[in-house]
């Protein structure tokens, strides 16, 4: 008879999503995990099979809160402002939270990059090619705009929400909304 588990599995996933989100992938180890978990290893390995499955799970919780974001961008109806509204929530919470730790999706996308893993470069490039199509969406909105500048201004925005999630971890408030105005003032 299986043991009953003496832990909450979302609870833990939360608390390693927090790890992985500050230490990354490769730096935070089975033990680093275990110790912030408040579980052992063998209950890891039950649970989630192993680390890469416990982080695939973690990707998925912190995307199923981006969701929440992203689906306020999509709904939207006031094209560039719309983008422009999500890259401040972006950053919001986390200058809030006094989170400095950038966005997960974005420093695993930049962690995997040079990668073997086909499992989270693929699940990274389909949320970057996710969140591009909604800004192509939200700038045709400009009927003005040619299909070359709309993709051109497409990967610039893409781009620039790198950048935010890489600013968002040192610089502060004012100079990270200073960029924010100075990118929409390029669009």
């Not at 999503?17 to 408040?38: A, R």
């Not at 961008?73 to 402002?81: F, Q, S, T």
């Not at 003005?144 to 497409?154: G, P, R, Y």
């Not at 790198?162 to 200073?178: K, P, Y």
Request: charged fraction near 30%; proline fraction near 0%.
């Amino acid at each position: 008879m299986a043991r009953k588990k003496q832990y909450n599995e979302a609870e833990v996933v939360e608390k390693a999503m927090n790890l992985f989100w500050k230490k990354g992938y490769e730096t935070t180890s089975m033990l680093m995990l275990e110790k912030e978990m408040g579980i052992n290893k063998f209950s890891i390995y039950s649970s989630f099979g192993n680390k890469h499955g416990l982080f695939l799970e973690s990707l998925k919780l912190y995307k199923s809160r981006v969701n929440i974001t992203l689906n306020k961008l999509k709904k939207g109806n006031k094209g560039v402002e719309d983008i422009k509204d999500f890259f401040y929530e972006s950053i919001n919470s986390n200058l809030k939270s006094g989170n400095r730790n950038g966005c997960f999706v974005t420093n695993t996308y930049n962690e995997f990059s040079n990668n073997e893993d086909e499992i989270i470069k693929n699940q990274m490039n389909n949320f970057m090619n996710n969140l591009k199509e909604i800004i192509i969406a939200k700038l045709k909105i400009d009927s003005s705009k040619d299909e070359a500048t709309i993709l051109k201004q497409a990967n610039y925005l893409l781009l620039a929400k790198h950048g935010l999630a890489a600013a968002s971890r040192v610089n502060t408030r004012q100079e990270i909304e200073d960029y924010i105005e100075m990118i929409f003032d390029a669009i």
